[in-house]
């Protein structure tokens, strides 16, 4: 007697096959970024030498140092910006946030670790129409290139420019924390930098970019940490957060925005987040062990920003 077999399972099997094949080479053609970019490791410690080779470096580069600071010891930022970035942050709503880029002075053991923030990255995490390519690989050429890193697989294109951590309820770059609103755009201005002079909630300023042509301001700040606003430290944040073998300094500083009067910041959930995305939500080295951090910035922040906060 002759069993007949069914077509059916065979074609769907190959079916299948077909498609995890497609979805292979399709992922497989995608290319991945990561938060930061290690340009050099100096067999050095002279973070004063290597700051100021870096520094002439980058002016050569034809870009502006517009701030840096030391947020804890064997950490030195240096913040650049450049008429290029600044073209490209105008072009999008809410994309002054990408304005400048930070380049990072690292001393860990006995080496020093040159890194500096992934413009691209960056682009696509918030939301710019350019890629800024053209930033990232003049910057590779200006201060080196090792390897990207910050995340154990990186992200696509499609992935960061909907970046969410973990959870659906979790913010995205759209939301924002609202700090302070002022009648004009000039008055918002006048009384951040005010508070900032004045260190208010242990908050100064790093830097300030404003766009041409536009009523936006960026400002970096310093986070020290108050009484009531400890955890809002930067040392506090990353000597919970940046514990593997090649620093993210470059997450610092953070930063708010002054758009048409009103006093602007991203979440901290977002903010932290997208230069750590690998980080796990429970444990050690966790977002558990910051847990304190989101209400202490917006503390902090919103004090900077001369607003006024609610403690009931």
């Known amino acids: 007697m002759m069993i007949k077999v069914s077509k059916l399972p065979v074609i769907t099997f190959l079916v299948c096959l077909g498609s995890i094949i497609y979805s292979s080479t399709a992922l497989s053609n995608k290319t991945f970024y990561k938060p930061f970019i290690l340009a050099q490791s100096v067999n050095s410690t002279d973070t004063a ?49 990408a304005a400048i880029q930070r380049v990072t002075i690292t001393t860990v053991d006995n080496s020093t670790q040159l890194s500096f923030t992934n413009p691209t990255y960056m682009a696509h995490a918030y939301r710019l129409k350019a890629d800024l390519a053209d930033i990232t690989q003049r910057l590779k050429k200006i201060l080196g290139f090792k390897e990207e890193y910050g995340s154990k697989t990186g992200a696509t294109k499609e992935n960061l420019r909907r970046y969410q951590y973990r959870w659906m309820m979790m913010p995205n770059f759209t939301d924002r924390l609202e700090l302070a609103e002022y009648g004009d755009q000039q008055t918002a201005i006048k009384k951040v930098l005010q508070a900032l002079e004045n260190n208010a909630a242990g908050v100064s300023k790093v830097y300030q970019v404003n766009l041409k042509g536009k009523n936006e301001t960026i400002v970096g700040v310093q986070m020290k940490g108050a ?67 989101p209400d202490a910035i917006i503390e902090a922040l919103t004090l900077a920003a001369g607003g006024e906060v609610d403690n009931w």
């Open 49 to 97: 030498g290597i700051t100021q080779k870096v520094e002439h470096a980058l002016k050569k580069g034809r870009f502006d140092i517009v701030g840096q600071y030391s947020p804890y010891p064997n950490a030195h930022i240096i913040i650049i910006s450049s008429p290029k970035l600044r073209h490209y942050a105008s072009q999008t709503e809410n994309g002054i946030y």
């Open 227 to 293: 009484a009531t606003t400890k955890c809002s430290g930067d040392e506090f944040i990353m000597q919970k957060i940046d514990f593997k073998k090649l620093k993210s300094t470059g997450h610092l500083p953070y930063e708010m925005v002054i758009q048409n009067g009103n006093v602007y910041a991203l979440f901290a959930e977002f903010r932290i987040a997208m230069n750590f995305p690998d980080l796990s939500m429970m444990g050690e080295n966790s977002f558990m062990s910051i847990m304190c951090t």
